[in-house]
């Protein structure tokens, strides 16, 4: 069309007079064609019966804890958790020593950023005054040490004692990614320390029997007992899948984001013994990377915190 | 007409069930990717809309937005994260 007198933002003309249409095009070509020439030259080895991919995901013992029949083992869940939990405090403390009035640090700007999110945006959005003012520091914790949790899942360690290399006679555990927060028990206890929360601030704020009336939506004064118990009932069973749903949305999130990339990074290939889908996957790889480092790992500390507070502001007040 | 004499693959238990949960995981992961496509392009479209009618409001939009994008976008991981269960951990 307009191919030879296209001109660059700057003003000076192309030097190829290719329209950007026609360069994705071949771009995608030449993208096609080498996976196509790999499956041609290493063809397919058939589908790989020895690799699971479910077993990145597996905590193995390292050191086995057995107390009363509670299994206590220390694995690649509780290192994790250590790691988040040790990058928030030192983070923080390490910050709030080197405080200075004008911020001289980049560090120090983004943790102010950071602060700022959790102070006004997180908590001044749900809550306000005297609650607020109670509640802030754990809805800030939350808010941090998921985001430390969910980025630590993105750094690949040596933890995967399953398969080992060597490294100047050293035998080496190979890197693999995993997080505190794609093991469901993890957010679990999350969600339950916030449910429990929510509903002693609920009934310390308003007393024991209120807090329950406060359950029932506003304007059902003139409806009969039995219609009130059904939509008490619908209630108590929406205050139960919020269990569910804030447990299982930070999990799944970061579980499947961790999926994708090891399947987009290599795994599917090696399943399905094409090499040459590697080739076509790893750009992809790159993509959810970019997008699970960039958007998720923050989306979901932020959202879970968010909803935490909501759900403390929802049980204190007076209007349900 | 001679049914077997037409080459169909032996029909074992592990085939099919090796099928159904080829088929799980597609079709749940697929269609539950359809509905939180529509859910997220809906409330982007509904923010732009509502910032090109009252610009000074986007600021407060911002953080809603985001909640509902994550809200929304979570129903396309669950769908995927149960199919992967169903497809490798059944």
Redesign the interface.
């Given at each position: 069309m307009e191919s030879a007198t296209v001109t660059a933002p700057g003003g000076a003309p192309k030097r190829d007079g290719m329209s950007t249409k026609a360069k994705v095009f071949i771009g995608l070509g030449i993208y096609l064609a080498v996976a196509i020439l790999l499956l041609l030259i290493f063809g397919n080895a058939g589908k790989n019966e020895e690799f699971?991919?479910?077993n990145e995901f597996k905590l193995e013992p390292w050191v086995s804890i057995h107390l009363a029949g509670i299994d206590l083992s220390i694995n690649k869940a509780v290192l994790y958790l250590v790691l988040a939990s040790l990058a928030t405090i030192g983070t923080m403390v390490w910050i709030a020593r080197r405080m200075q009035q004008k911020p001289n640090s980049r560090v120090q700007t983004a943790v102010e950023v950071a602060y700022d999110l959790t102070k006004n945006?997180i908590t001044g959005?749900s809550l306000s005054g005297e609650l607020a003012r109670k509640w802030f520091p754990f809805i800030g914790a939350l808010f941090f040490w998921i985001w430390f949790s969910n980025m630590l899942g993105f750094l690949p360690l040596p933890t995967n004692t399953e398969h080992h290399f060597t490294l100047f006679g050293l035998e080496i555990p190979s890197f693999a990614i995993y997080a505190a927060t794609a093991n469901i028990a993890i957010p679990l206890v999350l969600t339950l320390v916030v449910w429990l929360s929510y509903h002693v601030e609920g009934i310390r704020a308003k007393g024991f029997v209120p807090y329950f009336k406060s359950w029932l939506p506003p304007g059902l004064e003139e409806m009969s007992p039995v219609g009130k118990g059904a939509i008490f009932i619908i209630e108590v069973i929406s205050h139960f899948v919020r269990l569910i749903s804030l447990s299982?949305?930070l999990f799944?999130?970061i579980?499947?984001g961790h999926?994708l990339l090891l399947f987009m990074g290599g795994g599917l290939a090696v399943l399905l013994g094409i090499a040459a889908l590697g080739a076509l996957t790893f750009p992809l790889a790159f993509a959810f990377f970019i997008f699970e480092v960039g958007l998720v790992a923050t989306?979901?500390a932020?959202?879970f915190s968010?909803l935490s507070a909501i759900y403390i502001g929802g049980a204190t007040s007076a209007t349900h | 007409m001679d049914l077997t004499a037409l080459p169909l693959a032996e029909v074992t238990d592990e085939g099919v069930k090796g099928a159904g949960k080829a088929i799980a995981l597609g079709v749940g992961a697929g269609l539950g990717s359809i509905g939180a496509g529509i859910g997220v392009g809906f409330i982007f479209g509904k923010e732009i809309e509502s910032v090109a009618r009252q610009p000074e409001m986007k600021s407060d939009l911002e953080s809603i937005r985001w909640l509902g994008f994550a809200l929304t976008e979570a129903v396309a991981f669950y769908t995927f994260i149960f199919g992967l269960i169903a497809f490798f951990l059944s």
């Open positions: 699971k991919p479910q945006t959005g299982v949305r799944a999130n579980l499947a999926l989306l979901q932020f959202i968010t | -």
